[in-house]
């Protein structure tokens, strides 16, 4: 929500909100930043309403001091990716030329993993492919997770319980899978846990974008 105070007033009905890189300007605003893929917020990013081109739709408190964004009902505003981000204003909600503006003195820092994707879910749904023998130890490090950025501190990496798999008792054929999501138990059977173990710190002589994971066994 924005709230204005002095003398001030909201006089609007169709304002709407988007979020933007922090880069953002009023000038860049001015000319479609608050809009363009390279410099406003998606689907990768965030959730709807503000992933949405039109941007967050917004209501008047009664007093007309205070702008509410809408988000939504049950999961509110979510974000997919770290960063530092500005906001965006559109008091007729066409953030064109003359009707879009940043507000200055705010910076939403979201802590967390960046990645160059553009499409929804596409971070979380990121595949990295690693192998290992059951029974055979494999290397340390022979397995590794690069990201494109983070912000915040320097975070660690662990992973969940193992997944579930079924099979075809005719073929053997794979049938269908249960995932598990972060912040399960993390699974031990190939990776060993304990004693902080299964919490990787990522490779400093990397700038902190590569995970190198521990030997399988």
């Not at 390279?38 to 992933?51: S, Y």
């Not at 595949?127 to 912000?151: D, I, N, R, T």
């Not at 972060?182 to 990397?206: H, N, R, Y």
Request: proline fraction near 3%.
């Amino acid at each position: 929500k924005i709230v204005l105070t002095g003398s001030d007033t909201f006089s609007v009905s169709a304002a709407r909100l988007k979020l933007v890189l922090s880069s953002v300007d009023d000038a860049a605003a001015g000319t479609g930043a608050c809009t363009a893929e390279a410099t406003a917020l998606g689907a990768a990013e965030v959730n709807d309403p503000f992933a949405a081109a039109s941007g967050a739709p917004t209501t008047v408190s009664a007093d007309s001091l205070t702008l509410l964004a809408s988000v939504d009902a049950t999961a509110g505003l979510v974000f997919h990716m770290g960063g530092a981000f500005g906001i965006c204003y559109s008091d007729d909600g066409t953030f064109g030329s003359g009707h879009a503006d940043i507000m200055d003195t705010v910076t939403v820092n979201v802590a967390g993993v960046q990645d160059a994707c553009t499409t929804a879910g596409c971070l979380e749904g990121k595949a990295y492919h690693c192998y290992a023998s059951p029974g055979a130890a494999g290397v340390a490090g022979s397995c590794a997770l690069k990201y494109e950025g983070f912000a915040g501190n320097v975070g660690k990496v662990s992973w969940s319980e193992a997944w579930t798999a079924t099979y075809s008792p005719a073929t053997g054929a794979q049938t269908g899978l249960t995932k598990k999501s972060c912040g399960t138990v993390a699974d031990g059977t190939v990776m060993a846990i304990g004693g902080g173990a299964e919490f990787v710190a990522p490779d400093s002589s990397q700038a902190n974008k590569v995970v190198k994971l521990p030997a399988t066994r």
